[in-house]
């Protein structure tokens, strides 16, 4: 088996792939994206898999960490079994870790695979149904701000804006360009904005979508930067009442619906999972932001097969307000490739990471390993690869 990076000649196999794994029915006009490389599996010449790998980053601690995206992983059906996923996820690794991506997510359909390599659930994305009565429920703004459709030159303003909510919460992605083109919202049905004395203080993507006897709206941002400017975004909504059966919002902002939102005790939400993998923890460590803590160290043992270049006895040091990794110590507290990810993004304290059998050792340099990430709610991306 040869693995190799993907080139435009693999066009035909590519679409060939992704319509047998995927039902894809439009071939695409390119397989090389600007901020995407993409990585192929041969065997006796053709093309028995591929998967493509996306540059993004992650807020944690409000710093964004480089993070690789792995998507369309598919494999022809006659070479199953013969291990051409495992070759290609163990080649990714080394991939993203030359591309200076120490963190790796993926949405998988089949997590068996991928904790297998060492990737472990670590965040959500999730859409919710909002009923217009709902709507209707939500506390009128004291402030009204005008809205107005976003111009092209508003598109630095808009992003801008994004990044002021989303750095505060930790796993969502930072849109950066070239993978994510800012200018392709302009292509949505709706795109309002709220100006504001310094920049924007929020904006709302959407799209007109069929459903029932009215249809619905599609929310794909609701982004606020305080709270007027969310209750005048949530009462724009409210107002297409009588034209919409409801609205489907994107969870952006978990502020929006927790503290402002009129949802019931059970209400209607899709989520989906996605799973993380620190593919080099000194690198992840070094980009991520960590709370202030006395200076301290835990001695870890990181056994993982997979990315030896950090597995063994390893050390986190907490010095003058810095948090790094560097080779050696007793290894007193024992983390798994899985627990790395869940770790890493606050998804799972210890506790429970040592009841699911990934965390050995010393409790009280694991109740550190806590206080570093301080599990500031739930881990989000509003982005889907």
Same mark, same amino acid.
């Given at each position: 088996?040869?693995?190799?990076?993907?080139?435009?000649?693999?066009?035909?196999?590519?679409?060939?792939?992704?319509?047998?794994?995927?039902?894809?029915?439009?071939?695409?006009?390119?397989?090389?994206?600007?901020?995407?490389?993409?990585?192929?599996?041969?065997?006796?010449?053709?093309?028995?898999?591929?998967?493509?790998?996306?540059?993004?980053?992650?807020?944690?601690?409000?710093?964004? #960490?480089?993070? *690789?995206?792995? @998507?369309?992983?598919?494999?022809?059906? +006659?070479? !199953?079994?013969? &291990?051409?996923?495992?070759?290609?996820?163990?080649?990714?690794?080394?991939?993203?870790?030359?591309?200076?991506?120490?963190?790796?997510?993926?949405?998988?359909?089949?997590?068996?695979?991928?904790?297998?390599?060492?990737?472990?659930?670590?965040?959500?994305?999730?859409?919710?149904?909002?009923?217009?009565?709902?709507?209707?429920?939500?506390?009128?703004?004291?402030?009204?701000?005008?809205?107005?459709?976003?111009?092209?030159?508003?598109?630095?303003?808009?992003?801008?804006?994004?990044?002021?909510?989303?750095?505060?919460?930790?796993?969502?992605?930072?849109?950066?360009?070239?993978?994510?083109?800012?200018?392709?919202?302009?292509?949505?049905?709706?795109?309002? #904005?709220?100006? *504001?004395?310094? @920049?924007?203080?929020?904006?709302?993507? +959407?799209? !007109?979508?069929? &459903?029932?006897?009215?249809?619905?709206?599609?929310?794909?941002?609701?982004?606020?930067?305080?709270?007027?400017?969310?209750?005048?975004?949530?009462?724009?909504?409210?107002?297409?009442?009588?034209?919409?059966?409801?609205?489907?919002?994107?969870?952006?902002?978990?502020a929006t619906l927790g503290f402002l939102g009129s949802t019931p005790m059970r209400y209607s939400v899709w989520t989906s999972t996605w799973m993380q993998r620190v593919v080099d923890l000194p690198a992840a460590v070094a980009a991520r932001g960590w709370p202030r803590l006395a200076d301290v160290a835990?001695?870890?043992?990181?056994?993982?097969?997979?990315?030896?270049?950090?597995?063994?006895?390893?050390?986190?040091?907490?010095?003058?307000?810095?948090?790094r990794v560097e080779p050696g110590g007793t290894g007193a507290v024992r983390l798994h490739a899985r627990a790395l990810g869940a770790w890493f993004s606050g998804a799972q304290n210890t506790h429970a990471l040592r009841r699911g059998g990934l965390l050995e050792g010393d409790s009280a340099g694991a109740?550190?390993?806590?206080?570093?990430?301080?599990?500031?709610?739930?881990?989000?991306?509003?982005?889907?690869?």
């Amino acid at each position: 088996m040869r693995i190799r990076e993907l080139t435009e000649d693999d066009l035909d196999a590519v679409f060939r792939l992704r319509k047998l794994a995927f039902n894809a029915t439009e071939r695409p006009e390119r397989v090389v994206r600007p901020g995407s490389h993409g990585l192929v599996a041969e065997i006796d010449g053709r093309v028995a898999g591929m998967l493509g790998i996306g540059s993004y980053a992650q807020f944690y601690g409000g710093a964004a #960490v480089p993070m *690789g995206g792995i @998507g369309g992983v598919a494999v022809d059906g +006659a070479y !199953r079994g013969r &291990g051409v996923a495992n070759a290609l996820l163990d080649a990714a690794l080394h991939t993203m870790r030359e591309h200076g991506q120490p963190l790796s997510v993926l949405y998988a359909t089949v997590p068996t695979l991928y904790r297998k390599r060492g990737w472990e659930r670590a965040g959500v994305f999730e859409w919710v149904e909002l009923p217009m009565a709902r709507l209707l429920s939500v506390p009128r703004p004291a402030e009204q701000i005008p809205s107005r459709p976003a111009w092209e030159s508003d598109l630095p303003a808009l992003h801008e804006c994004y990044l002021q909510v989303a750095r505060t919460i930790d796993g969502m992605a930072d849109r950066r360009p070239p993978r994510i083109d800012v200018a392709k919202v302009l292509e949505m049905d709706l795109v309002s #904005v709220l100006p *504001g004395p310094n @920049g924007l203080r929020g904006y709302l993507t +959407a799209q !007109r979508e069929p &459903g029932g006897d009215m249809g619905r709206l599609k929310v794909y941002d609701l982004v606020g930067v305080d709270v007027e400017a969310q209750l005048n975004l949530l009462a724009s909504l409210a107002s297409w009442t009588g034209t919409l059966e409801a609205v489907d919002l994107r969870i952006t902002d978990p502020a929006t619906l927790g503290f402002l939102g009129s949802t019931p005790m059970r209400y209607s939400v899709w989520t989906s999972t996605w799973m993380q993998r620190v593919v080099d923890l000194p690198a992840a460590v070094a980009a991520r932001g960590w709370p202030r803590l006395a200076d301290v160290a835990v001695d870890l043992e990181v056994v993982d097969e997979h990315a030896p270049w950090h597995a063994g006895p390893q050390r986190i040091v907490v010095e003058d307000g810095a948090v790094r990794v560097e080779p050696g110590g007793t290894g007193a507290v024992r983390l798994h490739a899985r627990a790395l990810g869940a770790w890493f993004s606050g998804a799972q304290n210890t506790h429970a990471l040592r009841r699911g059998g990934l965390l050995e050792g010393d409790s009280a340099g694991a109740a550190v390993l806590d206080q570093l990430v301080g599990a500031a709610g739930t881990p989000r991306l509003a982005d889907f690869f």
